[in-house]
């Protein structure tokens, strides 16, 4: 932590932070109103974070939404105008984005207690679970679906993938949730590094299931993985 530890000032990373912000905010503003009205909610969310993380536990729900709204911001500016079907497409990215949210609102709520002697057993209860949310949606929804509808005549390689990499998600979620048994920082680190996963579910749900699409996040978290060796994660 380059703060505390002296290497850089709070105002400059301040500063770098707040321009960094303008920058994405305006990158927004050509693609229209929707877009630059949730780049500018995640904006928000960043400062919010900043201000309450240490003093409200609710703030986890802030830093949760500056990841889950980058999915309806995507949606927004480009995959609904390509698609055509914008409410639909729209939808399924806030759903989506919901999930990612708890996702990392999870992780932050254990990260919170890390420095306090490490949460208490309902707060890794509540982390793991809803880190496991994303991953047990889309599993839901194939079983439902089977349920309702019957097996389809034909597998679709986009669905089979989809629940491939759900299942391969809970996998991770577990490994993480044994992290615990080690200390809160090999849980949050574990965690961090699978917020790459979460891009393959709404990847292969939306389509792009070929295999460099698929890969490219799979790849992110190897190198996650890789630069926490080199680099502490918390």
């Known amino acids: 932590r380059p703060i505390p530890a002296g290497r850089l000032a709070a105002a400059f990373v301040c500063t770098l932070g707040l321009l960094w912000g303008m920058l994405g905010v305006a990158c927004a503003f050509p693609l229209g109103p929707v877009p630059l009205a949730l780049a500018g909610a995640v904006a928000v969310c960043v400062l919010l974070y900043t201000w309450w993380h240490k003093k409200w536990a609710g703030s986890v729900l802030m830093m949760g939404l500056c990841r889950g709204l980058l999915y309806p911001l995507g949606a927004f500016a480009g995959i609904a105008a390509i698609c055509g079907e914008l409410r639909l497409v729209a939808g399924w990215a806030c759903a989506l984005g919901v999930l990612q949210a708890g996702y990392v609102a999870g992780l932050s709520l254990a990260a919170r207690s890390e420095a306090s002697g490490g949460p208490s057993p309902r707060v890794r209860r509540w982390a793991v679970c809803l880190l496991a949310l994303p991953f047990l949606a889309p599993t839901g929804y194939l079983l439902g679906s089977v349920a309702t509808f019957g097996p389809p005549d034909q597998l679709d390689p986009g669905l089979a993938g989809w629940a491939l990499a759900s299942v391969a998600g809970l996998g991770w979620v ?42 490219q996040p799979v790849a992110c978290f190897a190198l996650a993985l890789a630069l926490q060796r080199l680099v502490p994660a918390t």
């Open 174 to 215: 577990w490994h993480a949730a044994t992290g615990f048994g080690l200390s809160t920082g090999t849980f949050v680190a574990r965690a961090l590094a699978g917020t790459a996963l979460l891009d393959v579910v709404p990847l292969l749900w939306f389509g792009a299931w070929s295999p460099w699409t698929t890969l």
